[in-house]
């Protein structure tokens, strides 16, 4: 009897247990997706407070930070479950590989990089998170309601923030008008990553629109495609978020063809038709994308006016937008300099670093030392990302790292397509449409990575790898509705390490993301206190912004300018501009002031001369060195 009780005792134990992670799950996951493409924080510029100046600020790094911590949490206790179960659900051997190959090269490239915690912070927040994300969702007790309710939860968030987008457009209230952007992005600030997140989900509705149950339901998913997604999709002028979309839905729809009539002897005819139609929607979706943005201005505001009536009719913007796809501008233009920086990167780290690259974030770094074409249409700027994720991850992690990427996508997706196939075979039209449309979502987050980044945009982040997982879910369960038969049982010693990281994860995502989005407000603060010619006050800001994350330069720039302009304190302005240049070898204001310093200050000709050949080191193909060169030649031995 007293077994019996043990037994019962340890049963509901263990259900309550699964159904407290579930639900915490749930609401992170919610959180996640609804919270972080619609987070903002509005602060009026001109409203003083007592050791704070309020600032606007819509960006990435809000979100970022919200990101890191929330998937922080999600993961740990994913982690704390599997640890107590003691059993874990390991994928299939191909994708586990590539991304053990992945992780490994983004260790190794960290190890070896210049700046090591700024290489350690970047590769926890892009890399290892997003993976961490991905095997996570495999490990989750998922059932049909809790999958559409997942993936219901990304259309509910895309959808809020195309909303927004559309808002400002037409203007149906009146502060969405207000908000500081670049194009129209609504929330998300920036029109390009706005574009890159909204995009993805699109054929991940269209997948769920032929899964669901009601034709109510049906019916509301597509109008909010047409209705809402399109629209927004259409107004960000984005054209790497465009082709992304009809390349990726057109390649699903037609490798998915291709395979059906390449193994139609395994298929009945009623299977074979239906499924055909299925994913010849995928193909129109992609095509009704060009139509969409060529008739742009039948459901744009004021084409009906008397003014559009009596001018002749010019095209729209998206339809010209479309057009230039097919153009390369020059250098200075968008796609030439994006081809720009691609050459120079390549040829880069071709010529070394090229199995394990310069580690992850280290692009800006060393910009200057390789952009021999690049620095003639940046000038002085530094550019963070190539607009190439592909050669971004070789540049920074090598060609093992890029090796890792890749195939952890293709074997997911292998992965998809073979299963596919089998729901082909039996006739499962609806897993095969949730398989299409994750599918079609992966495939245009990857084709939006050729010409952005979206893989470093937390929005477009977290519905990229989402896709990832959920489609490695779907297609590694052989029903949703029962508990994983792959459950293996772990050695204590791995399974001890897994209680580490989940305890360990926790605390130093929040805490990361803590003092990522206090520096962030301080160095803001600091740039507007220097605007209100407040010099002390920005001073102190930016030195509290170096504080929490000494890893960065923007504020060390600011520190060493103030010290050396403002406070006259010139020993203190050499220190601080030799700890911008420790941690960012590749900033010009730094060498030159340095130079300057030098020459003028301190009357040291031989300091300024080793200032100039850490300049050219950093910066050989810069203007700005070759006129640095010329100041320190004319100068006495």
């Known amino acids: 009897m007293k077994n019996i009780d043990s037994v019962t005792n340890s049963l509901l134990r263990n259900s309550f247990q699964s159904r407290f992670f579930d639900w915490i799950f749930l609401f992170l996951a919610s959180v996640l997706f609804i919270l972080t493409p619609l987070l903002f924080l509005e602060l009026k510029q001109d409203q003083w407070v007592e050791g704070f100046i309020p600032i606007r600020m819509v960006n990435a790094e809000l979100k970022l930070c919200l990101f890191i911590s929330l998937s922080s949490i999600l993961i740990g206790i994913t982690w704390i479950r599997i640890h107590l179960k003691r059993k ?115 054929p991940i509705a269209l997948g769920l629109c032929f899964y669901v149950k009601t034709n109510f339901t049906r019916m509301l998913i597509i109008a909010s495609i047409i209705m809402i997604f399109m629209p927004a999709l259409s107004l960000s002028l984005a054209r790497g978020a465009w082709v992304g979309l009809i390349a990726g839905c057109f390649l699903t729809g037609l490798i998915f063809i291709i395979s059906i009539f390449i193994k139609q002897k395994d298929f009945g005819r009623k299977e074979k038709k239906s499924s055909l139609w299925l994913a010849s929607f995928f193909i129109f979706l992609a095509l009704s994308l060009p139509l969409y943005l060529t008739t742009s201005d039948y459901w744009k505001k004021d084409t009906l006016s008397k003014e559009s009536l009596t001018k002749e009719k010019k095209v729209s913007k998206e339809a010209s937008e479309l057009r230039s796809i097919t153009t390369i501008s020059g250098p200075s233009g968008g796609s030439g300099r994006r081809i720009v920086l691609w050459k120079d990167a390549l040829q880069a780290i071709v010529s070394k670093d090229f199995l394990f690259g310069k580690g992850t974030d280290h692009y800006e770094l060393h910009f200057h030392e390789s952009a021999k074409l690049s620095d003639k249409t940046t000038g002085s700027m530094l550019v963070r990302f190539v607009h190439n994720d592909f050669i971004q991850i070789l540049y920074e992690n090598g060609i093992i790292g890029l090796v890792g990427f890749i195939g952890l996508w293709i074997a997911i997706l292998w992965k998809a397509l073979y299963k596919g196939m089998e729901c082909v075979r039996y006739n499962d039209t609806k897993r095969l449409a949730l398989i299409l449309g994750l599918s079609a979502s992966c495939l245009t987050f990857l084709i939006e990575s050729f010409f952005e980044f979206p893989t470093r945009s937390p929005c477009a982040m977290v519905v990229g790898w989402s896709s990832l997982g959920l489609l490695l879910v779907v297609t590694s369960l052989k029903d949703l509705n029962l508990p994983p038969k792959t459950l293996t049982l772990m050695n204590p010693k791995i399974n001890l390490l897994i209680g580490a990281s989940a305890v360990w994860i926790i605390p130093f995502g929040c805490l990361l993301a803590k003092d990522l989005f206090w520096s962030n407000i301080y160095h803001f603060q600091g740039r507007i206190a220097g605007d209100y010619g407040e010099k002390n006050k920005s001073l102190k800001f930016h030195r509290n912004s170096i504080a929490l994350t000494p890893w960065q330069h923007h504020s060390r720039k600011f520190e060493s300018y103030y010290l050396l302009t403002h406070k006259k304190q010139f020993a203190e302005a050499l220190k601080s501009i030799n700890q911008t240049l420790k941690v960012h070898p590749g900033c010009l204001v730094a060498h030159q002031n340095k130079i300057q310093l030098s020459i003028q200050e301190f009357k ?11 300049m050219k080191k950093a910066a050989p193909f810069h203007p700005y060195t070759h006129r640095e060169s010329k100041r320190v030649a004319n100068l006495k031995p």
């Open 88 to 202: 874990i659900n390991y994928p299939a051997k191909p994708v586990f590989f590539f991304g053990c190959i992945f992780l490994l090269s983004v260790v190794i490239s960290t190890s070896r990089a210049h700046n090591l915690e700024r290489a350690w912070v970047s590769s926890f927040t892009w890399h290892l998170l997003p993976i961490f994300l991905v095997f996570s969702l495999l490990q989750f007790n998922w059932s049909l309601i809790r999958f559409k309710g997942f993936i219901g939860l990304i259309l509910l968030g895309g959808a809020f923030s195309c909303l927004v987008v559309m808002d400002q457009h037409y203007l149906w209230t009146d502060w969405s008008h207000r908000l500081p952007r670049t194009g129209y992005g609504g929330l998300i600030y920036n029109q390009n990553f706005a574009a890159e997140f909204h995009a993805p989900i699109i």
């Open 604 to 614: 040291d000709n031989q300091m300024a001369r080793e200032a100039l050949k850490a």
